[in-house]
DNA sequence: CGGCTCATGTAATTCGTTACATGATTCT
DNA sequence: AGAATCATGTAACGAATTACATGAGCCG
């Protein structure tokens, strides 16, 4: 069948239970985003070529007095999600900007600290949004997303222990005297 | 000036020591593709824009008897890549399939398995190549670089550990025939 | 009434990959 | 001679983001 990875979120998020595209939308962007993210110029058009190939199923549910259609999956539906899920996964080398401009520091050793700090604020961020997540999905039916959620927090934590020890020795090197740089500056 | 992330690591690059674009491919590939790639159908094109822009200068330095354009900042150039470097990075999501797998795998429990031991797998290699990496690295001139060799191999090395955890912890459980998780359900 | 949220969608643009095309030179 | 490598590029395609467009119901 070969679809693309985003038209298996959508498969499943609907194995959950059904949903319209909205729902989808905001279900993404309190889960999957930190691995997986969508938008609706990617669900909509992805909810019409499901649909056409049979393997969701979209009903006219409005809420309230909003149109609204709620799609599910179909026998098929479920059954290409489960033959995805048997093939072992591409894992894919991100882009990550913070470790492009550590990598490339050494034409302005300051900057080198302030990527670091940025990653490190990126991840105490991302920590702070999944330990507010991390009991819902302890509390859901489903174990995985749980197992994703502590995933995300042990990798945090150790991003930042990581940075700040780092960061430690980067610092006393940088204001120690003998160093060549110019004048130690302070950014906000 | 905006210019996008990978005209900086080509600025980045240059700043090291002028290179062709085809030395600046190899290069890529062999180091900051862990966390930045870029294809000859960036690079050339990039080239051109840069040179057009004034941050590099190109001149012909045949290699051997083949033709071959050496590229060099300029000051103008070495001056932006210092500005970029200042400017605190945007540390951007990444996609992850292996965690998209592991996420949705309550439609199929085994695939947690599989994708936890995919990603174990890829950090098992990449572990490899760094480590062949890392002595080079730290005999450069630079620092920075090696020290983004260190991040990936404590990131690859952690990385491994939780999935040999996990792992232990899902295996054990999937193989005992009575667990008090939840009765075997169907799904929806 | 006015702003927020629910709800659905499209068009333009950006960014990047893959495949192709070409050709010279060096190595075995 | 033939393969591998050096070297430069382009065209087609793909995936995703952003911005825009529209409208209705809900809440204070």
Redesign the pocket.
Known sequence: MEL????YVILGLLHLHP????????FVDRTT?FF?????????????RLAEAGLIE?TS???????????RLTAAGRKELRSWLQVAPEVN?S?DEALLKLFLADAEPEAGIEALEAKRRFHAEKLEQLREIEPVAKAGPNRFPYLVASYGIAHSEWAIAWCDEVLAELRAELSAPQTKTKAPRRSA
């Open positions: 693309k990875s985003t038209a949903m319209s595209g909205y729902e989808i939308k905001s985003r997986w993210a969508a938008s609706y110029g990617q669900i909509y058009p992805e909810l019409r979209g549910k409005p809420s309230g007095g909003r149109r609204r259609v709620e799609y080398e882009r």
